[in-house]
């Protein structure tokens, strides 16, 4: 059985950092490309960061220079580290798993930015 579980949501003041993790099990890991999603109320699902199986990196324009993904494949868990988080980051962050047809999704956890 395929599991992504998210940790590490909570409600944090603008110019705060949270680190996001995302324990995968019942995959091989390392074959997979790693994704971070989110979704706000009333808005689509983005793409926030991603980081494929040999290491390559990519960033919504929104969080480049702010957030950073990385994986630990000896620990089958991909992190988002989230620095200066401000409002608009607010939203349901998910964590995804794609190789060939394989498509996983974690529940998600909640990110809010608020003072």
């Known amino acids: 059985q395929v599991q992504l579980v998210e940790s590490g949501g909570g409600l944090v003041q603008p110019g705060g950092s949270l680190r996001l993790s995302c324990a995968a099990s019942?995959?091989?890991?390392?074959?997979?490309?790693m994704n971070w999603h989110r979704q706000a109320p009333g808005n689509q699902r983005e793409l926030v960061a991603s980081?494929?199986?040999?290491?390559?990196?990519n960033y919504a324009d929104s969080v480049k220079g702010r957030f950073t993904i990385s994986r630990d494949n000896a620990k089958d868990t991909v992190y988002l580290q989230m620095n200066s988080l401000v409002p608009e980051d607010t939203a349901v962050y998910y964590c995804?798993?794609?190789?060939?047809?394989?498509?996983?999704w974690g529940q998600g956890t909640q990110v809010t930015v608020s003072s």
């Open positions: 019942g995959i091989g890991f390392s074959l997979y490309a």
């Open positions: 980081i494929g199986s040999s290491g390559n990196i």
């Open positions: 995804n798993a794609r190789w060939m047809s394989d498509d996983y």
